[in-house]
């Protein structure tokens, strides 16, 4: 009782966490420690000023300030402070950093203390002292686990409209702001014979052994420091200390040129045949990076061998009111003291179950922290020196609001006693980390010495496991694991290593008794501390019949929160294997599924973000029409002018009208680089393209180009273009932008997959040439100034759908083909592309008599539509030969590409959709593209549908918005009056059904 | 046992002694009316309204693991119906209006929850094409509208409007849909069928079919023979498995598809986005984690898991969608594996052997097709009449020529 | 996933386009009597082993060489690589 | 950039200049290379020794096996894919590189120019090796001289060629491109240097 009086004050005195903080005292740092000497730094938590040390992570620089109450619980927002030093913190999360950078839900346990540092707890209101919210934790009893799937139902409609928004608003953890991240993002690649997953003395040793041996070598770590559990314990190796001795490694492994060490960096993902993701945070620990480095880096590990070596993690014990600031893992407590020099409190308690638990006790007490207790579930716990030990006993309670108090025991006799502390240090055993084995077949092992799962399985290929992620869990045995596991990996691959001498290290068993749970106590005993989850939780899901382990996950949400469940898993799998009456391993392991941690969507992202986010093609002629002012639109990667308004015009309407006129009845000049182009050669090449084309091509002439129409094997029509024979064996094809990559991908697999005797040759020259259209009335005028006086161009020299190797602008090498998409008298010419420029210069030039104009893709599309032209919203992956009203160009009489499964019935039955053209009935009415179509009179429905226009435009030739689209029997209603329907928009009006082609039907003006 | 606030006060005074399994766990009966192969969501549904519209309560759901372990609890958790075609609108639009009824119907809180979901448009042909879809989807009787770049800044300020690579156009909103909390899909389903007698199966695989001349008779399992008069598989991502043991080659390919969920945020996005342009969808949970995916691994595979690039490209996507989303941090990834069919639409079908029925093909559209693949596919096991909404849902249909193709890929299911 | 090429070693199996079953080689002939059934199982049936799987990828971003890969379904262990040319040639296809 | 407008028409770089872009940085130099005429050279079906024979004798040494590439002379070649060759040459002199290679080959092989198919940036400096390891999977710290490594640099095809491992390479990508391209290999120079 006098203990509790005693020590009223200096509990008291620690109970408001930041009293330490008013003080502007580091009133919990110990003397030693490895940030001894460190640089001394300010930061900020809840905008109150602290100090710690270069070294520091923000929750050790906060404990060593007096303050333990850093985060608020999911569910009933219960205080909490650190339960670890680690990556498998549950409860101490912050929202590190403001404005863009504001990083919600990081682990002030490994977040790295630097000048300047910004921290504000989550998810709280008003304060992390007073939070409204903890008023849930009242309620407990009634928002037991899965309770929302039973009630909230009724009235159906509160659901979204309150209930849900609610529930919403007080879900989350921290919160972003909402303003673009400013820091840049990289990434990599790295190649290696041996991965090391953690430096810890396993990975050290395996480092050394296989640098020794001059095998390429990457050892990574989470952590900035390496050493592993070597930083946070006291026993040497050989005659150095555990610091000491890394040190030594570190500057071993440094001198190899063979040897990259990455510390900061996190293996977050195995992936298939030896690949690893790996996160590098390399401005994580400054203010922000310099100009142009990354904040991160994401590097795709190729490994030739890899080694987990990554250690394990401590698990806790659960009991009734365990989750109070100041219950922490008796490692991490150590950790604390040993590294950071920090102790959580004065006072100081052990509740443990195996003999790791004293090491925490005798550490603490060598750096004069009282411990008050260590209390030991063995009832044949070996002794501790200079602390009372009851052995046999359990903590079954616990007092302090914002902070622990005192901890209440039940001794083995049976007598409970209350103890002061206002740090409990628990340790219920170790887990190895077994996460990457899992991340593909691997399904880990019960190993009954260890009371712990151990990595079995199929493990990711050529990945082996040593040390305390093995289960073996002293220094010495991690030192030999990790020697041993390089040598053996070496010797895979043929490089010949040797383990060598081992310095001494300790060998000690931990002698784990297993204990999960205390089960006395009717309040709740928390096992995932961050979600809320209580071992009433897991024996409700029990009842319920949520037994399998996924089942039980999904029903608590154990296990679900930031941390995965690292130390909570384990607890909630040995109590369902109690209550189901079955053995730990019967009941089975959740999977771990990448990434270890989590990881920004930044660094996966890397360098392609904003206009980044994919490469950009420009055409040749980019430079020239950006000084024309030209507006740009994206067609697939491409940026292509989409029309060049003129001064004085006020709407796209007006460029865009006139560009078609002047074209129609002078001359205009597109771009029209971005069709693909291949080269086809060899003496099957016509023979060749009989099978990719629906119609005929081994009689074209040379000197002739032809329009071709491609199927699938399934006969849908899906792209369409030209073919120009230049000689016997040798034809250019040219397909649509969108197609390009995708045709030569088909024509590939024909050429080796279907036809692998074919004599042909195919590569792409699509960017090799600059390719003009021009086209109007006065095209060959145009061109023949421009044109080489050498080479013929008139009509009957260079007729329609002719094609020729010609020269221009005095020697230039140059092709011509005289095809027409607008309809008009048209050419289109290619040149070198980096004459492209140039060229177009030269061709503006040259027509300025004939007042040529430069048209963009809207004028394209809208002569196109004019012409009745087929183009991607037609061919639009659905529609066949026969629906383009091109039946009759399959040919019947040779083997293509999808011509027997046109054939089936379903797509020949009489009333197939047909390409057809559409005019308003009052001209003024605007025709859209997507309206769906329906006859004259009847209802307007689904099933009444009649078909979809396609594509539409306003034609300033007719002086009215046209369309053509798709109509059931489509060619045989021409002159009937339909509805085209837009419900969407509202809109309905009534079209006549005409010829796709609505200028100059007859194609006189392409042949004048 | 009726769920209800009341229930719920009730329990918490009495120290929840009162809640029930929320199924059991019986032996199999020697043999059932119908006996249905796959205990995910649509088997479940299937059985629910099996006993609910057609009074058939003799019936089995046997499940290799453990109920809701498939697709159902590995998905986006999105519902809509927001589809292009004739054979497919009908059939996603009677889902979504059992889906507004589903809690209330089997006294489950599913938290139906429709805030929304909206398709980005980035071209003119983009727009042209969300045109047709919308307009297809109200002549169906389902809601769409079409909003400009401002409509879309107005839902959603914090979208790239600064610097895209592909620059957002408009969007096709579809206010009913939106998302559903998966796992209790599937256990609000087995609560209803549990307590209309139906048997649920767990851990008990299916290792062959007995059928004599032309007749399925039942099906050989790890726990003995079971007898039907009806087998039902309903399988999907394992399709292929388990009709091969009855000798049935299938127009589906298996893939993975993987998904992803960030840590806990407060609110981000109240509805769905999906970015076609760079291949990334994403949602809030009420939880707090944002909810997102993008494409198929692109190779056939039976492991539920992907692999890095496709990791990559998804998240690269998310941060040219949200540029804010810079520093949230992606907490776990999963895969499941998806049935890719061969024009991207699923079947309900009878097969060649007498009394054995097929459902699957479902792509990655299986999740919102519940409750009516439940419905039709229990209709048509109880009549032999395909039900008026599914009637395109042929197994013949490549035969005839009569493909329902939304995105018109063609026969590479993982384009669909 | 790494795929070893037989010219190239091993690359990432993202410079590579997947198609498909390896079946897909074998193109049905366009004049046999029951043609059309032969192109619908051809083009639509499928085997999707889960195990062993012969499977094309396109080198895309690579040498343009198709490959016939033999993967595992479930492991993803790659058991075996070809060019696909050599498997259409020894499947008796030419011209 | 050389003369290479013997003709009206005036050339411009990938980039859109008239002049070759240089970039540079501490131990490393990005530059745009404009001086170089393309031809691929394709073997017809069975005429591969043929090709090898008549190649060898034009460019004054043999054409390279798979994944490497050599100079000899004016000329160069690289191994594109299956009997398939890239062969390049001064601009200045070879402008019309295709025709000169077909003269020499024949009926055996099948050329098509590919100068203006592809722009070129080349990168020089001890820095290679720490910027080439952020932009593509290519296992450079392995490399040799004269490899010729197809590979994908931000979603962008590319030819790694290797003259001098660490120190000298060119990179080789699609002309439409450049700028993207242009723009990943500085940032990634910026990133590292």
């Known amino acids: 009782m006098s203990d509790v009086m005693v020590n009223a004050g200096s509990v008291a005195f620690q109970a408001d966490g930041s009293t330490g903080a008013r003080k502007g005292v580091q009133v919990n740092r110990l003397d030693g420690g490895l940030i001894k000497g460190g640089k001394p730094l300010s930061f900020t938590f809840d905008g109150k000023r602290f100090k710690g040390f270069e070294g520091d992570t923000l929750a050790s620089a906060l404990l060593a300030n007096g303050v333990r109450l850093m985060g608020r619980s999911f569910k009933y927002h219960r205080p909490r402070g650190p339960l670890t030093s680690g990556s498998e913190e549950p409860n101490a999360l912050v929202e590190l950093r403001s404005g863009g950078r504001q990083e919600p839900n990081t682990r002030a346990t490994v977040a790295e203390l630097y000048d300047g540092l910004e921290a504000n707890s989550q998810n709280c209101w008003p304060s992390l002292q007073h939070d409204f919210m903890a008023i849930n934790d009242r309620f407990s009893n009634f928002l037991t686990a899965g309770f929302y799937y039973k009630t909230f139902m009724w009235p159906a409609a509160f659901w979204e409209k309150l209930y849900e928004p609610i529930i919403r608003k007080a879900a989350g953890l921290g919160s972003i702001s909402f303003a673009a991240d400013p820091d840049a993002y990289d990434k990599g690649f790295l190649h290696c014979d041996l991965l090391v997953i953690g430096a810890g003395p396993t990975g050290l040793m395996a480092a050394l052994t296989a640098g020794r041996a001059g095998a390429q070598v990457i050892i990574a770590d989470e952590d900035f420091l390496l050493g592993g559990r070597l930083n946070a314990e006291t026993f040497g190796i050989g005659d150095l200390t555990g610091a000491a001795w890394v040190e030594q490694a570190q500057a071993e492994l440094a001198s190899m040129p063979n040897v990259r060490v990455m510390p900061r960096t996190t293996i977050i993902g195995a992936f298939d045949h030896g690949i690893y993701g790996a996160v590098e945070r390399t401005a994580d620990h400054v203010l922000a990076p310099e100009a142009g480095k990354p904040r991160q880096i994401l590097w795709r590990i190729y490994s030739k061998r890899a080694m987990l070596a990554a250690g394990a993690t401590e698990r806790p014990i659960a009991f009734e009111n365990n989750d109070r600031p100041g219950v922490m893992l008796a490692g991490a407590v150590r950790a604390y003291a040993n590294r950071w020099a920090v102790t959580p409190d004065q006072t100081v308690a052990v509740f443990t179950n195996n003999d790791d638990g004293h090491r925490t006790a005798a550490d603490l007490i060598a750096k004069g922290v009282k411990v008050t207790a260590v209390i030991d579930t063995r009832a044949d716990a070996p002794a501790v020196e200079g602390a009372e030990l009851f052995a046999g006993a359990q903590v079954i309670d616990t007092r302090g609001r914002l902070g622990l108090e005192s901890v209440r025991l039940r001794l083995a006799s049976g007598i409970t006693r209350d103890v002061p502390c206002g740090a409990l240090a628990v340790s219920g055993g170790w887990n190895p980390n077994v996460h990457l084995t899992c991340h593909q077949r691997g399904r880990p092992a019960w190993r009954e010495d260890i009371a712990a799962f151990v990595p079995a399985g199929e493990l990711p290929q050529n990945m082996a496991v040593a040390g305390a992620a093995n289960g073996d869990f002293s220094t010495a045995a991690a030192l030999r694991a990790g020697a041993d596991g390089a040598v053996a990996a070496l010797s895979e691959l043929g490089i010949e290593a040797k383990a060598g001498e081992l310095p001494e290290a300790e060998d000690a068993p931990i002698n784990v008794t297993p204990f999960w749970y205390v089960k006395e106590g009717k309040g709740r005993a928390w096992l995932d501390q961050q979600n809320d989850v209580t071992v009433k939780d897991v024996k409700l899901a029990h009842q319920e019949n949520f037994r399998s382990v996924e089942h039980l996950k999904r029903y608590t949400t154990l296990g679900m929160a930031t941390d995965q469940g690292k130390t909570s898993n384990m607890g909630g799998l040995a109590i369902m294997a109690e209550l189901a009456g079955k053995q730990i391993p019967e009941v089975g392991t959740t999977m771990f599924r990448p990434p270890y941690t989590p990881v920004s969507f930044g660094v996966m992202a890397g360098r392609s973000v904003g206009e980044e986010f994919r490469p950009t093609r420009k055409t040749p002629s980019h430079k020239w029409a950006e000084e024309q002012g030209a507006v740009f639109v994206e067609v697939g990667q491409w940026l292509r002018a989409q029309w060049f308004p003129k001064a004085g015009e006020t709407h796209w309407r007006q460029s865009v009208d006139r560009e078609v006129l002047q074209t129609r009845n002078s001359v205009g000049i597109c771009d029209v680089t971005t069709l693909g182009k291949i080269d086809v050669q060899g003496k099957d090449a016509a023979e060749f393209l009989n099978k990719m084309y629906a119609n005929a091509f081994a009689k074209l002439p040379v000197g002739k180009v032809r329009y071709g129409l491609m199927l699938r094997e399934d006969g849908i029509a899906y792209d369409d273009g030209t073919a120009a024979r230049f000689a016997e064996d040798h034809f250019v094809v040219t397909t649509t932008t969108a197609n390009a990559v995708l045709v030569y991908r088909n024509m590939e697999f024909a050429r080796q997959c279907l036809f692998p005797d074919m004599d042909v040759q195919l590569i792409s020259t699509t960017e090799a040439w600059a390719q003009f259209a021009v086209a109007g009335p006065n095209a060959r005028k145009l061109l023949q100034k421009v044109v080489d006086p050498e080479f013929d161009i008139s009509n009957e020299a260079f007729p329609f759908m002719g094609c020729g190797e010609i020269t221009v602008a005095g020697g230039c090498r140059a092709r011509l083909f005289r095809i027409s998409f607008s309809g008009e008298l048209a050419y289109e010419i290619a040149v070198p592309t980096r004459y492209g420029d140039a060229m177009i210069r030269k061709l503006m030039e040259a027509g300025e008599e004939f007042g040529a104009v430069p048209y963009g893709t809207e004028a394209l599309g809208v002569m196109r539509i004019e012409k009745g032209h087929a183009a991607g919203n037609e061919l639009n992956g659905t529609t066949s030969a026969l629906n383009l009203g091109m039946g009759r160009m399959v040919s019947k009489k040779k083997d293509c590409i999808g011509n027997t499964l046109s054939e089936r019935e379903g797509m020949n039955q009489e009333d197939a959709l047909k390409l057809v053209g559409f005019k308003p009935v009052n001209a003024a009415d605007p025709v859209q593209a997507g309206a769906h179509l329906m006859n004259a009179n009847g209802e307007v429905s689904a099933a009444t549908d009649q078909g979809y226009i396609t594509s539409a435009a306003y034609s300033p030739v007719l002086g009215c918005s046209i369309g053509i689209g798709f109509l059931k029997r489509g060619d045989s209603r021409k002159g009937e009056v339909i509805r085209a329907v837009n419900p969407l928009e509202g809109k309905e009006i009534q079209v006549e059904v005409v010829s796709a082609h609505f200028v100059d039907p007859e194609g006189e003006r392409l042949r004048g | 046992m009726r769920y209800s606030g009341l229930k719920v006060i009730k329990e918490a005074l009495t120290g929840h002694k009162g809640w029930r399994p929320t199924w059991r766990d019986p032996e199999p009966k020697k043999s059932y009316d119908v006996v249905i192969i796959g205990g995910g969501g649509h088997g479940l549904a299937t059985a629910y309204y099996l006993a609910k519209n057609h009074g058939i309560t003799n019936v089995a759901v046997i499940e290799k693991g453990w109920i809701g372990g498939g697709n159902v609890g590995r998905n986006t958790t999105i519902i809509r119906s927001n589809y292009l075609l004739d054979g497919n609108e009908p059939f996603y639009e009677l889902s979504l209006k059992l889906w507004e009824g589903l809690e209330q119907d089997f006294n489950y809180n599913a938290m139906v929850s429709q805030r929304g979901i909206l398709n980005l448009v980035h071209t003119d042909a983009q727009r042209d094409a969300a045109r047709r879809r919308g307009n297809a989807m109200i002549l169906n009787g389902s809601d769409a509208e079409l909003l400009d770049t401002d409509g879309v800044r107005a839902m959603y300020p914090f979208l790239n409007f600064n610097n895209a690579r592909f620059p957002i156009k408009g969007g096709l909103l579809h206010r009913r849909g939106g998302t559903v909390r998966h796992d209790a899909v599937a256990w609000g389903y087995a609560r209803g069928a549990d307590l209309r007698g139906v048997d649920i199966i767990q851990n008990c695989e299916v290792t062959g079919f007995k059928i004599e001349n032309g007749k399925c008779l039942g099906v050989e399992t790890t726990k003995g023979f079971i007898g039907a008069n009806k087998v039902a598989s309903c399988v999907a991502g394992s399709s292929s498995r388990v009709m091969e043991k009855a000798g049935m080659r299938l127009p589906i390919e298996s893939h993975v598809l993987q998904a992803f969920v960030s840590e806990g945020l407060k609110p981000v996005l109240d509805g769905v986005i999906t970015f076609g342009a760079g291949h990334f969808y994403c949602s809030q949970s009420d939880k707090g984690g944002l909810v997102f995916g993008g494409d198929l691994d692109m190779y056939n595979s039976y492991a539920q898991r992907g692999n890095l690039p496709v990791v990559e490209d998804v998240m690269e996507g998310g941060m040219a969608l949200i540029p804010a989303l810079g520093r949230v941090r992606m907490l776990r990834s999963w895969g499941g594996i998806m049935d890719m069919s061969m024009d991207g639409s699923p079947f309900i079908d009878k097969t060649h052997v007498d009394g054995l029925y097929f459902n699957g093909g479902w792509c990655y559209g299986g999740f919102k097709a519940t409750p009516a693949s439940g419905w039709c596919y229990a209709h048509l096991l109880a009549t032999d009449t395909p039900h008026k909404v599914a009637t395109a849902y042929r197994l013949d249909r490549f035969r005839r020529g009569c493909m329902i193709d939304e995105k018109g890929q063609g026969a590479q299911p993982n384009l669909h | ?95 | 950039m050389g003369k290479f407008d013997n003709h009206g028409l005036k050339a411009i770089s990938p980039l859109g200049g008239h002049e070759p872009r240089e970039d540079a940085f501490a131990g490393l130099l990005i530059r745009e290379v404009t001086d170089r005429a393309l031809a691929s050279l394709a073997a017809r079906q069975g005429r591969l020794e043929a090709v090898h024979s008549a190649a060898e004798s034009f460019l004054g040494g043999a054409l390279p096996e798979p994944v490497r590439w050599r100079a000899a002379g004016e000329f160069a070649a690289w191994w594109m894919g299956p009997d398939l060759w890239m062969v390049s040459a001064p601009h200045d002199s070879h402008e019309l590189l295709a025709g000169e290679l077909k003269q020499a080959l024949g009926e055996a092989g099948s050329v098509v120019e590919q100068t203006d198919g592809w722009c070129c940036f080349g990168m020089e400096g001890a820095r290679c090796f720490d910027v080439l390891e952020r932009l593509c999977n290519a296992n450079v710290r392995a490399g040799k001289a004269g490899d010729a490594t197809r590979t994908s640099m931000e979603h962008l095809g590319v030819f790694l060629l290797c003259h001098e491992p660490g120190q000298r390479y060119s990179v080789i990508g699609p002309r439409s491109s450049a700028g993207s391209l242009h723009h990943a290999l500085v940032s990634a120079a910026k990133s590292v240097i």
């Open chain 3, 1 to 95: 996933m790494i795929i070893n090429h037989p010219i190239l070693g091993p690359r990432d199996s993202q410079e590579f386009t997947y198609l498909g079953d390896a079946s897909l080689i074998d193109r049905p002939d366009w004049q046999a009597d029951n043609a059309a059934d032969q192109f619908c199982d051809y083009l639509y049936l499928r085997d999707n082993p889960a195990g062993a799987h012969r499977e094309l990828w396109f080198h895309e971003q690579g040498d343009r060489s198709w490959l016939v890969v033999t993967r595992n379904t479930v492991t993803h262990e790659i058991l075996n690589v070809e060019l696909a040319r050599d498997v259409a040639r020894a499947r008796g296809r030419s011209k």
